[in-house]
Structures are given as C-alpha cells and as structure tokens.
C-alpha cells in the first residue's frame, strides 16, 4: 500500500468514525487552544514587561561581573581552541618590538608605546559602551542597558590588563622624549651591519647590540654625562654554573665593555639564570663607575697622573693575586695588564680623561667630592685586597665549609659571602646602589608583550 492510500483511508476514518466525538469536544478542545494561546501571550507580555523594568544596582553589578566572566572565559576558550593563533600573534608582535632599533627607538620603549596603544583602545571602548548605556537608560530601553552593562564588563578585562602597566609606560616613553637620541629615524648602522649578517644569531645578534647602544645613551644623557665612554661590545666567557662576566669599565681604556655573548641565545638564558635580568641595569652600573674614575681624574692633587699611578698599583696586585690567562676569562686585556705592570703607560687614555677635565672641570681639594675621590683611589686597592674587617666578616659567614663538598644550602651561603666581600669596598657599594635604583624605578614593572595579555584578546576576538 502507498502513501498516499494510507493518508486518505486515515483520513476517512478520522472524518466519519470519529465525527460525533470530535463534534461533542470541538467547543472544549477550542476552549483549551485559546487559553493556551491566551497564556503564551500572557507570558511574552510578562517576558516584555520585565525585562523593560529599570536596572537596580545589585542585578546591575551582577550583570557586570557576568560579563567581565565570560569576557575571561571567551579568551581561554579562543586561546586553547586558537593556539597557533595565538602564538603567532606574540611571536609577530615580540619581533615588531625587537626591530625598533631599526628606527633609533629601543625595544622596551616600543613596548611602552604599544601598552599605551592598548590601554587608550580599552578606555576608548568601555567610554562608548558607558554613553550606550546612559542613552539607552534615559530613552528607557533596559533590555539594552542590561546588554550595555555586561559589555561593560568584557571591556573591565581590557582595562585590568592594560591600566596597571600604563603608567610604567608613560614614564618609559617620556625618559625617551627627554632623554632619548632626539631623533627617530632609520638606524643606518644598523642596516649596514645587517648587510654583513650570514645567519638569523648574527641578525639577532646586531639588533640586541643597537638596543643596548640606544639604552646606552638614554642612560647616560640620564646622568647628566656630556662625555661618555666609548661602548664596545666583547666576546666574553659565558657558561652555565660559572661566573659570568656580564660588562665592565675599564678605566685604563675609557671603555665600557659589554659582553656580547650574553645579549642573545644560550648565553642570555645563562646570565638570567645568574641574576643578570637587564642588560640596562649593568650598564647603569659601568656608567657609576665611570663616573667614579672621571672624578678621580678630574680632583686637584690626585688628577690624571694620580689615576694612572693607581690603576698601575691595581694591576700589579691583581697579576700576582691571579695567573693572567683568569684575568683573561674575565674579560681584562693581557695587553693591558702587560703594558701598565711594565711601567708602559702608552695604552692609559690620557686624551680621553683631559677631555672629561676640560669639559667638566677641576675638583678642587678640601671640598667633600675631593674627599670622596680619595676614598675612591683607595676603594679600587680595596677590590684587590678587602680590608680586614670584611675578610673577617667573610671567614665567619663561611666557617666550616668546604667549597668542594658543599651542600647545595652551604653553596648559596657561601655565594653570598662572596658577593658581600665583593661590594665591600665603596666603588663596588656605590655601583650596586646605582643599579639597584635604577632597577626599581625604570625597569621593574615594565610593560611586555607577556604583561598586555590584552594585544591577545584583541587579535583573537
């Protein structure tokens, strides 16, 4: 049988069988379907009225934190079912960052821009929704107020990842508006190092060295310094569980060196691991330095000859103290150690300390920087030999260890010791407390790419 002979024989039988049935309950049956009808169009109308009545402050709050939830929820979501995604976005985002030097700006300064681009989109957005809501409040559309609120809400995730960082990142910008290059434009050094660049560590390699050489001179203009030491970059040991050298000034040369090794790859993850977290704060404390032995040079009664007997004095100690291939692995010149204990003064930079005199003048004698440059001459024999204070300090910190056999616990305590005795004297004081200021007002809390988890909502929604 087909379908269509069993749909007209069901019809037959619901038309004539049934009829007196249906005709009995045709009135009761209607009566069902319009109270039926009747109490749909009761509940739409309550639906309606409800969601028309005014806001209070409590479901107003709820609707915010609603919104500011799912806001959270959305991005693990977009996160986790995205990561490709996602990791492109800040991985093309950390090298937007990293290739600012190309234009003379620093990568942190260009991270401080881009967190201030985010936090001005999230107050840009949340101040719309904020005029939505008052407009549709005044025009009595609550259902769309209550939409506007949770809005809201997804915008205060925006604002809570971006707001903390911005005033880090107003003060990293306006250092660079005031203490930067002066001018913002293409590196050509740069470019033409990179011409020379045969695989992307050698690229990596120039662009670290030209953020380092911006943040150089920001630092340094930060000082106050009209002359600086001439930045040159070396290639100096690093390896997991030694003492890595990370930069020095040498006051012999006029220079400040820094140790390229630890600017990119292995060798940077080797010298976080051994505190060394910002390659801006140890040029910080190099440029302390500098300004230590400038002051040296330039103080009556102690001037540039008096410089250079001291650094002589200083080398003489250290090659006895140490076999010259350590002095080496420190990053120290064997040129320079020779020629200074040999009473061959031909590598001390006389030129360049008579320019920091004639620029900055003479300190005279009997003032407290004179005295202060005293303490400094002696302080550089002091890194060589402690005085015996600290040495005695240093027996007691570590007494009954044995550096071979030390436990993990005895090692950290006797690297400690260690690093105490070597900032005892008052030129390894002063430049720790430079550094230590300096971390905490410029580079602690500093906007990141990692920090603006906001650039990442933003590309993902």
Same mark, same amino acid.
């Given at each position: ?21 249906? $005709? ?30 005014? @806001? ?9 934190? #609603? ?17 490709? !995604? ?36 999230? @107050? ?40 903390? =960082? ?9 250092? =660079? ?5 002066? *001018? ?43 002359? !600086?030491?001439?930045? @040159? =970059?070396?290639?100096?040991?690093? #390896? ?18 820094? $140790? ?15 505190? /060394? ?21 330039? *103080?009556? $009664? ?9 650094? *002589? ?91 071979? =056999? ?30 230590? *200021? ?15 988890? /906001?650039?990442? $909502?933003?590309?993902?929604?």
């Amino acid at each position: 049988m087909n379908l269509n002979a069993v749909t007209l024989q069901n019809q037959y039988f619901t038309s004539e069988l049934d009829k007196p049935y249906l $005709n009995k309950n045709r009135k009761k049956e209607n009566y069902g379907i319009s109270s039926n009808k009747l109490k749909y169009d009761e509940f739409v109308h309550s639906s309606k009225d409800n969601s028309q009545e005014k @806001v209070s402050f409590k479901e107003g709050l709820k609707l915010v934190g #609603k919104g500011f939830i799912n806001k959270l929820k959305n991005m693990a979501t977009s996160i986790v079912q995205h990561p490709v !995604k996602t990791i492109a976005a800040v991985g093309a985002t950390a090298l937007l960052i990293s290739a600012a030097p190309l234009i003379g700006v620093a990568s942190a300064t260009a991270g401080a821009f881009l967190a201030l681009g985010f936090a001005a989109y999230a @107050v840009g957005k949340t101040a719309v929704d904020v005029v939505e809501t008052v407009k549709d409040s005044k025009e009595g559309r609550y259902d769309e107020v209550r939409q506007d609120l949770e809005q809201i809400g997804g915008d205060g995730v925006d604002l809570a990842l971006s707001l903390p =960082f911005a005033p880090k990142a107003i003060k990293q910008v306006s250092r =660079f508006a005031r203490y930067g290059t002066g *001018t913002v434009g293409l590196n050509t050094e740069l470019l033409s190092n990179l011409k020379n660049c045969r695989s992307y560590s050698d690229v990596s390699l120039e662009f670290a060295k030209a953020n380092t050489s911006i943040n150089y001179e920001m630092i340094g203009n930060e000082m106050g310094l009209t002359v !600086k030491p001439k930045l @040159v =970059f070396k290639n100096m040991f690093a #390896k997991p569980q030694e003492n890595i050298i990370a930069g020095a000034y040498e006051p012999t040369t006029g220079e400040l060196q820094i $140790n390229q090794n630890i600017l990119t790859g292995k060798g940077k993850l080797y010298a976080k691991l051994g505190g /060394v977290n910002d390659i801006e704060v140890i040029l910080r404390h190099e440029l302390e330095h500098f300004r230590q032995f400038s002051d040296i040079a330039r *103080t009556e $009664n102690i001037g540039i000859n008096g410089l250079s007997d001291a650094l *002589t004095e200083y080398y003489n100690t250290m090659k006895h103290k140490l076999p010259i291939d350590d002095l080496e692995r420190q990053g120290l010149s064997k040129n320079t150690i020779e020629n200074m204990t040999k009473g061959d003064k031909s590598v001390f930079n006389r030129e360049f300390y008579q320019k920091l005199v004639d620029e900055q003048g003479v300190i005279k004698s009997g003032t407290q920087e004179a005295d202060l440059s005293a303490k400094y001459v002696q302080g550089l024999l002091e890194k060589i030999n402690p005085s015996p204070e600290s040495i005695a300090e240093f027996r007691e910190a570590t007494k009954g260890i044995n550096p071979i =056999f030390a436990t993990p616990a005895e090692k950290i305590k006797l690297m400690n010791a260690q690093l105490k005795l070597y900032k005892s004297n008052i030129l390894e004081k002063e430049a720790f407390a430079a550094q230590d *200021t300096y971390s905490a007002s410029i580079t602690k809390g500093r906007p990141t790419i990692i920090n603006d988890t /906001v650039m990442i $909502n933003a590309i993902t929604e």
